[in-house]
């Protein structure tokens, strides 16, 4: 959850929505994202809602600390509930991010999940997968959650290099992160995913290759990787201002997405998303595509963006205040709008075109539509899939998505 919240018109105590929120749900998905803010250090790249003990301490107010987090978040589960009414869809997926989720013990995540199914129930089939810090589990952890209904897992490796790990603020064993791989297929997950960043200050393209190998050689059937952003605030900001570490490049950037695309296809993953790879279509995050496909999901926690109907609004940051807020019977939302139909067609475009199946071109203005034209003319775009009605990047499209973007959606 990134750590700057919108501006936006109050969210009402009671956290109703407008009626028009829930006109044809029956026919959406529905998620929830569970936010644990908790770390046990802070990474210099996170820019994400997260504290440590020490940040925490003598904060004021409600207490909320890793021994009562997942009672404070189930209230939330249940406001949701009294919100939704008697909307009668299931949970289609559960996504605990963080922060380290796996700071808690596995029977919290198991609670904070069974509050879900308790108030709303889940689908057949659903998707529940939690964030893990290789470090933060161990067999018997992965057997708990495995056992409680969790039964996808993300690990963050980030980098097989420890140089580049020590930019990163990350520690990590050596080859813990491809071991909790194997840890969790014995547990009996059945989907594993890793994440990786790419273009750290001083990685080279050999260290970069050596991520993929060791990841790909744990056999996830899932790989996320990332281009390395530096927010500005954050220790790896300060420390790049100072000259102690180089920035690298757009063209850096693209050279490693390069060098992953080439290994990843060639190991049997297929990109669905522009920085993600699977195995195959069930091995996707299919939570990720609800915020992709403009769905309906409920996050709840501290910091944590909800998506209802075309009705956005998020929660106050601080553990503090968001516990406060429960404890009084208040919505912990900070903030909300109501998106117009051109919002919506404008966010779909966005986030559509990432996705390996593009977006419609009935999304685009016909300024738009003559952009795509000239994307397709400078191979930005796939002439067949334009010719049938739909905007699908290449290669060379992905590169260069954030500028596509930008002019189909004028």
């Known amino acids: 959850m ?8 109050p969210v009402p105590d009671d956290g109703a929505l407008p009626r028009h929120a829930l006109d044809g749900a029956a026919g959406r998905p529905l998620g929830f994202y569970l936010h644990v803010p908790y770390c046990a250090t802070r990474c210099g790249y996170c820019d994400f809602n997260t504290y440590t003990a020490g940040e925490l301490r003598g904060s004021g107010g409600v207490l909320a600390s890793r021994e009562n987090y997942a009672d404070i978040l189930a209230e939330e589960v249940r406001l949701a509930r009294k919100v939704l009414g ?22 919290d995540l198991g609670r904070m999940l069974a509050v879900i199914r308790d108030e709303f129930g889940l689908a057949d089939g659903a998707e529940v997968t939690t964030e893990a810090n290789p470090e933060s589990v161990d067999p018997r952890y992965l057997d708990e959650l495995r056992a409680s209904g969790f039964n996808r897992i993300s690990f963050g490796m980030q980098s097989a290099r420890q140089h580049v790990l020590r930019v990163l603020d990350r520690s990590h064993t050596p080859g813990r992160p491809e071991a909790c791989v194997a840890e969790a297929r014995a547990a009996g997950f059945e989907h594993v995913n890793l994440d990786l960043i790419y273009g750290t200050p001083g990685e080279s393209d050999e260290d970069w290759r050596a991520s993929l ?28 201002r100072r000259g102690e570490v180089p920035m690298t ?4 950037h693209a050279d490693r997405y390069l060098i992953a695309e080439e290994m990843l296809s060639a190991a ?15 091995g996707r995050c299919h939570h990720n595509e609800l915020y992709w496909r403009g769905a309906d999901w409920w996050g709840a926690g501290p910091g944590a963006h909800s998506h209802i109907g075309g009705v956005r609004w998020w929660n106050v940051k601080h553990p503090g205040a968001y516990a406060q807020a429960l404890s009084e019977g208040r919505s912990p939302g900070a903030g909300r709008e109501v998106l ?3 919002d919506r067609r404008v966010e ?5 075109l990432r996705l390996a199946d593009g977006c419609p071109r009935d999304l685009l203005t016909p300024v738009g539509d003559r952009a795509a034209a000239r994307a397709v003319r400078d191979g930005l775009l796939d002439p067949g899939a334009y010719e049938t009605g739909r905007a699908v990047l290449t290669l060379r499209g992905r590169l260069l998505a954030d500028a596509v973007v930008r002019d189909l959606v004028d």
């Not at 490049?249 to 850096?252: I, P």
């Not at 049997?268 to 069930?282: H, I």
């Open 268 to 282: 049997g993953f297929a990109w669905y998303e522009v920085s993600n790879w699977a195995t195959s279509e069930r």
């Open 2 to 9: 990134p750590s700057v919240l919108p501006d936006g018109e």
């Open 249 to 252: 490049d757009d063209d850096v």
């Open 340 to 342: 117009t139909a051109e």
């Open 86 to 107: 008697d909307d009668p869809r299931p949970v289609e997926t559960v996504f605990v991010g963080g922060g380290t989720p796996t700071l808690l013990p596995a029977a």
């Open 348 to 352: 779909r475009i966005l986030l559509e």
């Open 213 to 240: 190998r060791a990841a790909l050689g744990a056999g996830p059937d899932h790989i996320s990787a990332y281009a390395l952003i530096v927010e500005e605030g954050t220790q790896l900001a300060r420390r790049i």
